[in-house]
């Protein structure tokens, strides 16, 4: 799965989109099973690492329900499509050749 990020400005976007992998699949794959078989409000650890291999990373750890945990995810996917700018790798090499970067104009885009 690549990943489509700028080391200058910090501007990302979801890494790119097929049939196995998107928001909508990404939240059924991820949370069908606990929507119908779990109790919702029962509380749970979550341990989550935010930042980046340049300035480090974060540790965050919360006791949250299932049912905001399903809740945040829903909130991350929506702006995983807001954000979406080349839904494949295939429509990003055509509208984007020369790899500028949308947000600070450099040609710095990086795939992981
Ligand atoms: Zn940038």
């Not at 990302?12 to 949370?31: A, G, K, M």
């Not at 291999?53 to 945990?69: A, F, L, P």
Request: aromatic share 14%.
């Amino acid at each position: 799965m690549a990943y489509l990020h700028c080391h200058i400005c910090k501007w990302e976007q979801d890494d790119f989109w097929d049939e196995n992998y998107n928001p909508i699949t990404f939240l059924e794959n991820s949370y069908k099973d606990i929507l119908f078989n779990e109790s919702l409000d029962e509380v749970f650890q979550v341990d989550r690492y935010i930042g980046n291999d340049i300035e480090g990373w974060k540790h965050y750890s919360s006791k949250i329900t299932k049912r905001q945990n399903i809740i945040s995810s829903l909130k991350r996917a929506i702006e995983a499509i807001d954000n979406m700018i080349w839904r494949t790798q295939e429509e990003f090499e055509r509208k984007n050749p020369k790899r500028i970067y949308p947000n600070c104009g450099k040609q710095t885009l990086n795939i992981d």
